[in-house]
């Protein structure tokens, strides 16, 4: 069983979650001032990693609040949770 | 022509009786009718909801996976800033009608839940059926409260006490099935389902 440690609830079981696809995507602050090409990166393009990746989640099941994680997307090891808002975490050893 | 009476939705499905092995009860399984009102704190409002409750209700702000029960109403942890409170409707309407709305949500879910009383020494048995939490004595104790999915049905776990016994708050519509998985489950220990206790909260 994976367990996904929720930052309000702590360890739970992973069918409690929601993925929301790429963390810290942040919306560009004028979107008529940008062309299709670019709003289609916007909207669609992920950096899609094979590693570690930061990664929005819902805690559906539990408390209901998103967080984000950092997850490694080849072993699908989770390897940090934090609340929403908050800087992506410095793994350390260059990851 | 007068109203019909309020009734909680398991009131005529969950009859007294027993299940399974009729010379052992290993766990017993009951309604509990009693009123459920949510409060939910404004964005920085939680300190506030936190002296109110303190002050109309006796009641402490839980903790993030706990309960505090007091004499007439125990307050559950349900998610940052926001508590269930579980009591009869004598002891909560007052609170519900005095919540100060610039500080929260006051949302009665009297009859949008229903809640079941599990106990006994095999109830973390049966609820390791359909719970992924893990409910050993070392990791989940009395006074705690898990928001999670119970044979997939999304419940509001609740250990009220060491016996031990867990209060589990499902959606009404759920309520059924729920409680006829829970005697499915049950039933191989020998499942007394015993009267409701509490009054309707309509």
């Not at chain 1, 094979?50 to 539990?62: D, F, I, L, S």
């Not at chain 2, 867990?166 to 489950?185: G, M, N, Q, T, Y």
């Amino acid at each position: 069983m994976l367990l996904v440690t929720c930052p309000h609830c702590g360890a739970r079981p992973e069918i409690e979650f929601r993925y929301g696809g790429e963390a810290h995507i942040a919306r560009p602050a004028d979107p008529s001032a940008l062309d299709d090409r670019q709003w289609a990166e916007f909207l669609y393009f992920r950096s899609n990693p094979k590693g570690v990746y930061a990664e929005r989640w819902n805690h559906a099941h539990g408390c209901g609040r998103w967080f984000n994680a950092l997850r490694d997307t080849a072993s699908d090891a989770f390897l940090a949770t934090y609340p929403a808002g908050q800087q992506r975490p410095d793994l350390g050893g260059g990851r | 022509m007068s109203a019909p009476e309020p009734r909680t939705i398991l009131a005529g499905h969950l009859r007294p009786g027993h299940h399974g092995p009729a010379e052992r009860t290993g766990a017993t399984l009951r309604e509990r009718r009693a009123a459920l009102l949510e409060l939910s704190a404004r964005r920085g409002r939680a300190g506030d909801v936190a002296a109110f409750l303190r002050e109309a209700a006796g009641l402490d702000l839980p903790p993030p996976g706990r309960a505090i029960s007091g004499a007439e109403a125990a307050a559950l942890w349900i998610a940052p800033a926001t508590v269930l409170l579980v009591g009869a409707a004598a002891a909560l309407e007052p609170v519900r009608a005095r919540v100060p709305r610039e500080i929260a949500t006051a949302l009665d879910q009297s009859f949008g839940y229903a809640i079941l009383r599990l106990a006994g020494a095999a109830a973390r048995a049966v609820l390791a059926k359909g719970c992924r939490v893990d409910l050993d004595p070392g990791a989940f104790a009395p006074g705690q409260v898990a928001r999670t999915i119970v044979a997939q049905v999304p419940t509001i776990l609740h250990q009220a006490d060491a016996a031990p016994t867990f209060e589990l708050i499902v959606p009404a519509s759920l309520a059924r099935s729920f409680a006829d998985f829970l005697i499915e489950a049950a039933a191989e220990f020998g499942c007394a389902v015993e009267p409701a206790i509490g009054r309707d909260p309509g």
